[in-house]
């Protein structure tokens, strides 16, 4: 059946108007075609004689024209009007005579008033449909999901994997409005097209951008806060496939730290410092709307984007969490069309980044001889020599064991992603998988990961859809422990410590393939053989996280939304060690193993209610309210065993274990309940308010004082939608921010504020014959405890310049956290604790505050064929502690040591000997020690006399002239958080090839760098430190040199006698400045190179793009540190004591090659 | 378009109605804390035997306050060299403003769980209880309370009172009540306690009776009596308990002094009240007190003097104390004269703790002794009546002089040499004569002879105080005592 459509357009045989119509004609000529109402004209039933012989379709076109009033219009090149049309009759409609007439050919006709024109078949027949290509305005690549509405309905689809859509237009006067994110969106009215070929511009100013904003979305016009995003773009590609890696140098005001290097290893998020002198400063993880997450257990594949909320207006809707800031992830949604299987792989190689400079077998050798010829008293006894001339020609040969080299290996990175998405208009799925292997540089140490994903969305009818999202994780990882972390915190016996205090001179094994032991009377003799401190240790660690998160959404109106989301993140940890007989622990005691098993579990019920409205042209207004209720449990179960029946067993038979104690139980319930309200105001696009306030009830405090409350405020001005400015070309954007709030830190422990009762003071008072279970009040209850809260106010200006082609984010901010919690010492007439327990009680104390300036540019200096992106973000914080509380004499508090370790032999982490300092007015992270002025040199002897000392004895500065080197002389050594840090991000991009290269450093700060206490040591009697500084030693004629010397004992004793040398009182206690060392770093964080396949090549394989790539991280570093990474920390908790690196798991480069393919 | 046409006619009641979901969905919680794992003064001492686990933990700070070793009297060598163990005669210039630490935070630790229990009590929290049950648990809070301030008021003068229904002493700051009051309270938890507690505890033979409670309150009747306060009326008080208790007769001395603090003898009628110790559950407390030959601390050394001269020549001197070791030179396997004279190791050492009462196997075993370590003995009691007696009669009675004499009897047994008192004594000397055989019955008993010595003021006349050193932080708190 031929489709026929009739407009009623007026026809005249003048000439001109022919003419015109002619043009109107062949203007609408395609809209008709796709068109398709039937309307039955006047005319088609006048009556059409046909004459017999002539049966062509000229013929037929000639009786219609001379026996009615229509024209007939066609093209001569589409028409063939010589063939032969099969017309029986001899008489008919006119109607009836074109369908008769074109019945069989390609033509079909359309009939507009008195005019009629033929048209070729298949256009006629698609009328209705629009098809297109979307691709990208610049670089000609088809855009995959890019939203096609017609403009004033619901109706959509969106793009397919190689940019293609159809969609099914009803009405004439239609247009298509073409959406994207990052992409100006365009309106193209129909008129009759059939395709329609789309190329978008990149809206590199991203004014109509929706940024996601906490509870809901919003246009980033609108946005008052201060926000930072990153784009799913830039996290694939990094080798590592962690996304808290990903974030590192992305952000202003964002700093993240890979503390260590061990595969699964850890990383610290600050951002905009760090807030808490006790509690944890990691950032809120929001994902998908489930707060809590995890970023390790994440696959970056799976993420849409990444945005980082960080002033207070921005993150204080989440009330009493949002203190540190907070990350929003978003993972990726199915899109409407055909499926998109992607399936991404990757393997690479890891290698240690650097390696100390130790002394070789024979510079040890010889120097050992050297160093115990100064020894001539006691042990080892006089004229001992550790090595014989011979041993020491054959150590110069060999070189001997290079420690580093056995206990660090080529690690191996692997990793497959497979992804499955698609939908329809109506639904949406999303299903991934991940592996992630990850065999890491030391030996015996290694991280799997394994992540699934199925996010779906559906809409039920026109104003209700449903989601569900669930993320399941399993990772496993073996890692011998390091830095501070054995079980009883003892550092001997950890490989990452013992690799570079053993000596080259020994063998890793003996001759009879077992571990060697380290021969006494030089070196390192009490250690434990780091191949085996490795290779023996077991440590196994299995986290199981579940993420789910279902909603139902509600849009019973326009405008009104109503979100209902249930979400629980449901997790298991458990950790076993095992310390075979073999290994330093395990050795005495029959094998020591650990198990502890945890449990948590989160639930979160959020209902947000948003309502927005355009009142007229000039106001926009959206009002958001949301309640809340999460409930977190968390229980687990830890026990220590050891003299187990076997090493065979070890752990896994726990029955065996002769001694087997339960060191630590708790379960632990905290309830939040919330309220929040917020109002996003905009008037005439140029000015936008935000206001908000949230109550957050919360189980954890005492009754009376559980509500806290959360209130912000924020304003923007977009001065360039002012006439004044928008006159002024080269600005396209300009926007001044400025916004106030506060914020709340949830790290008060449930139960804190009851007041504890628990065993522990048994004493046998029925007098029976044994013990009877006593019960004491053990924790004072502090019922006004309450939130450490953050104050914040920001000041902002976001700028672009020529298009948005240049771009430049600044703000300013300034923090200040009050009520800060400590443990405050009680009087003891409280009676609370046991009885070796000195009462303390957590309370509110002190204030500190963080101030900063980020600075983010970005750009497309060149484009073209060859195109160049970048951006750099550079942040400066600046913390300062302006109050620490009171004494119990009213006094203020200067200072307090922290206490950083459970000792680990440094001799810097104890009570007595505390590194780490709070001081007032000084920022977290400061270091105390002794300031090491060098050596005493033959010039300065007599100076070194008032000391007690000699030349080649190191140097102090004696602060107060007392001539001891004791307690009264700590001055501030090192600074450890960074002043300033910068990330240099990169993108080229050249017809297939892309280069992207991301360079991210800190400036300004001092690492304390403990590994060279052991590393440069010769103070027990013994030499015992590896480092070749250590050849460079003072001698009276080698005195240009800040290694102290080594004075032959007799000698000292003499020239004590014969100086009449006072007592020396050097009591140092390795807080020295000399360990400290500038941690300042500039490193090429991540390079990748891809190359997509050309389209064409990629179509005869059948696939939609294809790309392979090599990535390499961590390649290129400039520092002057001198242990192995700058970034290490080993105490990641609180920013008050970290840049203390404790010998932590080194950081490894990796190089990586990959496919990426999509189907 | 038609749709929303229908709908705005509709269009609040929707917003009210989504605005009323929402907060119907918030789920509705009074966001009180119910720990499971732990539990809380509100929560716990539901029942007696939570109570009682109340009361033993009490009990178990009291033992760790209780340090025997003072250091202070002029019983006790007076030789050391550190700090912490030189005599009472350099007192207190000596002492360092945390010496005592343990004597203030464990009393007070121990106040605090009776105080926990009490409450618990007073606020009908513990349950299934009968009415004589809770009495009990009752008078044994307060008597262990009376215990600690009768320590604390001894040792440190006014001190912080905190009872029951006091102010929580984390959020309120106190300050140090006047002695009188201190003893108010004490005179008041022993009344209700010898109100409240029974006559004997068959089967928890550890536990305090009425009868001890009654001793307790002589003793601090006649404490009262003397300095500081000097309330002589309370003589007679002092005289009338401790006589109730020699009339009620179910008390008597172990006949041979060796046997006293033989470990079989702590469940002898003598043996009022310890702190208790069994070889399953030592005590920590003798171990300081032994000598270093059966594996103690040596803190137990007595004065030359009072040890191998003052003290009279009779088997309680041989039971008491030790004056000779094992010789291992001349004549292996008999016994010599411990060579005081040579060096302070040498120092002759209390007995009552040490060999020959302990068996080795147990020290080993145990690293603790399994020793009570006796807080009221029927020895006191005679001797507390006697004082009393003579005191509030203005000369010996004959009931008085029969109280000391059965105590010095049974140290002479059948060949000491100790003259017994007389009723033809003077006032003045009979009591003289009280406080020498107190001192020589008592030493090294939970700092008996330094409470004598304060409170008849026997100290040496340069020192200017008695009282010990408040803990560093409390005093800045509460003030400190005068001369630190």
Known sequence: MKKKLFLGIFFEKNCLQKTLLIMKISTFFLILATLQSFAVGYSQSSIIKLNNESRTLLSVIEAIENQSDYKIFYKTDQVDVTQTVDIDDNEATVASVLNKALDGTHLSYVVMDKLIVFAREEAINQKGKVTGVITDATTNEPLTGVNISIDGTSKGVISDISGKYTIEVEEENASLVFSYIGYATQKISVSGKSTINVSLVADIRNLDEVVVVGYGQQRKSDFTGSISSVKDKDLTLLPTQRVDQALQGRAAGVTVTNTDGAPGGNTTIRIRGSNSLTGNSNALVVIDGLQGGELRSLNPNDIESIEVLKDASAAAV????????????????????????????????????????????????????????????????????????????????????????????????????????????????????????????????????????????ADINKWVSVGLNWAGSKEKSNVPPFGNGTASGVVIGQAANEA????????????????????????????????????????????????????????????????????????????????????????????????????SSTYQSSNILTYSKDFSEKHRLVLTGVTEYIVQNYQNYDFQGDGFATDITGIYDLASATNLIVTGNGITERETMSYLGRANYVFDSKYALTASYRADGSSVLAPGHKWAYFPALALAWTASNETFIKNITIVSNLKLRGSWGILGNQNISPYSTLASVGGGANYPYNGGGSYDVGYIVNSASNSKLKWESTEQINVGLDLGLFKGRLTATIDIYKKTTKDLLFPITLPSYTGIGASNVVPSVMTNVGSMENKGIEISFGGDPVDGNFKWNTSIVLSINRSKILDLGKDNEGNDIQQLGQRVSQGGGYGIGTNLNPIAWLIKGEPLGTLKGHIFEGVWGTSEEAEANKFGQMPGDPKYKDLNGDYKINASDLAI??????????????????????????????????????????????????????????????????????????????????????????????????????????????????????????????????????????????????????GYDPEASSFSASDGRAGIDNSNYPQSKTFTMGIDVTF | MKKYITYNMRKYNIIIASAVLVCFFASCSDLLEQPKNVVTEVNFYSNKGEAEAGLIGAMAQANAAANVSLGLDDIQYNGYTDVNHQGYRDFPLIMTSDYGLVNWTAAYKSVLNVNTVIRAANEGRILKVTATELAEIVGQAKFIRAFNYFNLVRLYGAVPLMKEDSP??????????????????????????????????????????????????????????????????????????????????NFTLIPDVADVFKIDSKRESEMMFAFEATTDAANGLPVGLASKNSGGYSDGKLDTTFAAHEFPVQPRRDAYIQLYIPDVVTNPGSMVLIPWKQAFEYAPIIAKFNYPYVDAKDILAKAVWPMNVPILRYADVLLIYAEAANRANNGPTKEAVDAINAVINRANGTTGTEPIATIGMTMQAFEDKVIQERKFEFCFELGSRWYDMVRKGLTEHHITTTLFPIPEFDAKLLGQNPGY
């Not at chain 1, 053993?502 to 780091?530: C, I």
């Not at chain 2, 106190?174 to 109100?195: C, F, G, N, R, V």
């Open chain 1, 500 to 599: 570079y205090q053993w000596d080259a001179t020994t063998p890793v094994y003996d001759a009879s393939g077992n571990y060697m032991v380290h021969k006494p009377g030089y070196g390192h003799d009490e250690g434990a053989n780091p191949v085996m401190s490795a290779m023996e240790t077991f440590n196994e660690i299995n986290t199981i996280r579940n993420n789910i998160n279902s909603y139902l959404d509600f849009k019973p109106l326009k405008g009104l939304d109503l979100k209902v989301t249930g979400g629980a993140i449901i997790a298991n940890e458990n950790n076993i060690s095992y310390l075979n007989r073999k290994t330093f622990e395990g050795a005495g005691v029959g094998g020591l193993g650990t198990v502890h098993s945890a449990a």
């Open chain 2, 168 to 249: 929580n002493p984390v959020t309120d700051s106190y300050s140090k009540s006047p002695i009188e009051d201190i003893y108010a309270l004490i005179t008041k938890d022993l009344t209700d306690a010898i109100a409240n507690l029974p006559d004997s505890w068959p089967d928890n033979p550890g536990r305090p009776t009425s009868w001890v409670a009654r001793g307790l309150l002589a003793k601090v009747y006649l404490t009262m009596a003397t300095a500081p306060l000097n309330l002589t009326a309370n003589y007679t008080l002092a005289a009338t308990q401790a006589g109730l208790i020699i009339a009620s007769g």
């Open chain 1, 973 to 1122: 050594i090192a600074h450890t958080a960074p002043k300033f840090s910068l990330g240099f991000n990169n993108r080229f991009s050249y017809k297939n090839f892309e280069l992207s290269a991301s360079v991210q450093g800190v400036f300004g700060n001092q690492i304390f760098n403990a590994g060279r206490i052991f590393t440069e040591k010769t103070n027990w009697g013994l030499l015992t430190g590896t480092s070749k500084r250590l050849l460079d030693h003072w001698t009276p004629t080698n005195q240009n040199t800040d290694v102290p010397g080594w004075i032959v004992q007799s000698v000292r004793t003499q020239y004590r006698i014969d100086h009449n040398l006072p007592d020396a009182v050097i009591s140092v206690n390795g807080r020295s400045s000399e360990w400290v060392e500038d941690g300042s770093y500039v490193r090429l964080k991540t390079i990748n190179l891809s190359y997509n396949l050309p389209n064409s090549i990629c179509q005869k394989v059948k696939m939609d793009r294809l790309r392979v790539y090599l990535s390499g991280g961590n390649l290129f570093t400039i520092t002057k540190y001198t």
């Open chain 1, 318 to 457: 989440y009330g009493s969490r949002g203190a540190n800031g907070v990350i929003l992830i978003t993972t990726k949604k199915g899109k409407a069309g055909k499926p998109v299987i992607n399936y991404n792989f990757s393997e690479g190689i890891q290698r240690l980044t650097r390696t100390l400079d130790l002394m070789n077998a024979g510079e040890f050798s010889r120097a050992a001889n050297e160093f115990s010829a100064t020894l001539d008293e006691d042990y080892p006894p006089s004229g001992f020599k550790p090595f014989t001339d011979a041993e020491v020609a054959s150590f110069e040969k060999n070189g001997g064991t290079d420690w580093q080299r056995e206990v660090y290996k080529t690690g191996k990175i692997i990793n497959h992603q497979l992804s499955f998405g698609g939908g329809t208009d109506k639904m949406n799925y999303f299903f991934s998988g991940g592996y992630m292997n990850n065999k890491g540089i030391m030996i015996n140490s290694n991280y799997k990961r394994y992540s699934l994903r199925a996010n779906v969305n």
